[in-house]
């Protein structure tokens, strides 16, 4: 099921999806991103929370997604759309 594109739209405004983005830009411009996660992830309760679900996949957060999006009926690809 493919989310409508006003909604991806309203989705890629909310404030959220900008920290998340700013998120995925500190980690790639940092001189050790895993460093930089590790630390988002002991500042950030939420970030906790996504790295206990992604470690319930096995520490993959691409089966994590999929998985999770399978469950709610939306597309994996919708989601990354999001973020570009």
Same mark, same amino acid.
């Given at each position: 099921m493919a989310i409508p594109k006003i909604m991806l739209q309203l989705a890629k405004s909310n404030p959220m999806i900008q920290q998340i983005k700013n998120m995925m830009n500190t980690v790639k411009m940092a001189q050790?991103?895993?460093a930089a &996660?590790?630390?988002m992830i002991m500042n950030? *309760? +939420?970030m906790k929370q996504v790295m206990e679900i992604?470690?319930?996949y096995g520490g993959?957060?691409?089966k994590a997604l999929n998985s &999770?999006?399978?469950?709610?009926g939306i597309? *994996? +690809?919708?989601i990354f759309d999001m973020f570009n």
């Open positions: 050790n991103p895993q &996660l590790n630390q950030n *309760p +939420q992604v470690n319930q993959d957060p691409n &999770l999006a399978e469950q709610y597309s *994996p +690809q919708d």
